[in-house]
């Protein structure tokens, strides 16, 4: 069992809050171990929310295999006694992808009569999560998440800090806040104020998901399969629509993951499936030539292939492309180096490198010639400037002296002189 942020509160002593909740997630299920553990998981999600927050209504997508109706028409009437859930129900054999927002533009208008929209996917619970400690951390922030920890990786933290994470978007996951050189940070569950909010939980304000929304969930982008695009730009249009509060807010505070990995992100050779494009990822040649500057090419083919290239959620998209590409691709605590730092340490490296092997290189010669050296080496530190002088200039001609084999005599050849006096 993960090692997560647990309120110690116990339930007699919960204050029950006032603002009410529409949460809003899709629920796959393929095999009748998957229902059985997905209505479970949903239920206790169900409890722990209401416990704080009476008022919240679940408006669940269920995408249930035609062999399971029977099955799952049972599990429902069990969740349909809370009178919290409204599910939306179908029944299909095929596997083919589908847009997971796609349910939600009917419930758009109904989002600005809840104080907040909770978006999040079905394997991020909410049971065990301190839920009071992120309503309240976040404050007037419009849109707020959580950091994610998948299960059993609190218990190896040790072993797989170090490892790269599955995810793209390492500055959400749990674990790099809970190094020790950012405990600080973790335990003040102070917020972040972030560029960029991943769906995977994130909570908005009510009115702006209504507006928001209704921007965004246009007939072209619900007709085709793709089930991101929103997310990268609801941060700027948060600060772009409301801009006397804060736009988005990472709180430290983890929701375990359970990471179910229902999505197929690669082919079985290891390529992007998931883009807007023919070909995927989207490649240069397929785009236009005049097309928007700074967007990475996945971005550019949302744009132009999705939203028409409108020019507000351009700006939005760029507005937070820079964040997640520098700051949110990358686990917390970790700091880019500018292109000038790189090269400054390239070039310290390069020279640390050199002057390493000129002591190396010096190091061998004085062992080859290590005759001379006992004599040499006396005589550089004399008290005569003239016998330093010339002991220096000989100690450089036999450094660099790269023969095969040393002269062999009994110290400075067959003159037999040994001192420069």
């Keep these: 069992m993960a090692l997560l942020q647990v309120s110690n509160v116990s339930m007699a002593r919960i204050t029950p809050r006032k603002e009410c909740i529409l949460v809003l997630t899709n629920l796959l299920m393929e095999t009748e171990e998957q229902l059985n553990d997905n209505i479970a998981t949903l239920g206790s999600d169900m409890r722990a929310l209401s416990q704080w927050n009476p008022c919240s209504k679940w408006k669940v997508n269920f995408v249930v295999r035609t062999n399971l109706e029977t099955a799952f028409a049972e599990k429902l009437r069990g969740l349909m006694e809370r009178g919290d859930l409204e599910p939306m129900v179908r029944y299909t054999s095929s596997s083919a992808r589908f847009n997971k927002y796609a349910f939600m533009k009917p419930l758009v208008r109904q989002m600005g009569e809840y104080d907040y929209v909770l978006m999040k996917d079905a394997d991020m619970r909410i049971a065990g999560f301190p839920w009071n400690a992120f309503m309240e951390k976040k404050?007037?922030?419009?849109?707020?998440?959580?950091?994610?920890?998948?299960?059993?990786?609190?218990?190896?933290?040790?072993?797989?800090?170090?490892?790269?994470?599955?995810?793209?978007?390492?500055?959400?996951?749990?674990?790099?806040?809970?190094?020790?050189?950012?405990?600080?940070?973790?335990?003040?569950?102070?917020?972040?104020?972030?560029?960029?909010?991943?769906?995977?939980?994130?909570?908005?304000?009510?009115?702006?998901?209504?507006?928001?929304?209704?921007?965004?969930?246009?007939?072209?982008?619900?007709?085709?399969t793709l089930d991101w695009g929103p997310d990268l730009m609801w941060c700027s249009a948060a600060a772009h629509m409301l801009p006397e509060k804060p736009a988005c807010s990472l709180v430290p505070v983890v929701s375990e993951h359970l990471d179910t990995r229902k999505i197929e992100k690669e082919d079985e050779g290891g390529e992007d499936i998931n883009c807007p494009c023919p070909a995927c990822p989207c490649q240069a040649e397929d785009l236009p030539e005049q097309r928007p500057s700074g967007l990475e090419l996945n971005m550019v083919g949302l744009l132009l292939n999705v939203y028409d290239n409108d020019p507000l959620f351009e700006r939005w998209l760029l507005a937070s492309e820079k964040y997640r590409n520098e700051v949110a691709r990358y686990r917390f605590g970790y700091s880019r180096k500018t292109k000038l730092e790189k090269a400054y340490g390239v070039v310290v490296s390069l020279v640390g490198c050199a002057l390493l092997g000129l002591v190396g290189f010096v190091g061998i010669q004085m062992f080859r010639h290590r005759k001379r050296m006992k004599v040499l080496l006396p005589q550089m530190v004399s008290e005569s400037h003239v016998q330093k002088k010339l002991a220096r200039t000989m100690f450089a001609k036999v450094i660099l002296d790269v023969r095969d084999k040393p002269q062999k005599d009994d110290g400075f050849g067959s003159s037999g002189v040994k001192c420069l006096c």
Excluded: C
Aim: cysteine-free.
């Design 139 to 224: 404050g007037g922030s419009v849109i707020s998440g959580p950091l994610r920890e998948a299960v059993g990786e609190s218990l190896m933290n040790w072993m797989r800090r170090k490892a790269p994470g599955r995810q793209w978007y390492q500055l959400h996951e749990a674990r790099y806040w809970k190094s020790a050189a950012n405990a600080t940070d973790f335990e003040s569950v102070e917020p972040l104020a972030s560029g960029f909010i991943e769906q995977y939980f994130a909570l908005l304000d009510g009115d702006f998901a209504a507006r928001f929304f209704e921007l965004v969930l246009t007939d072209e982008f619900l007709d085709q």
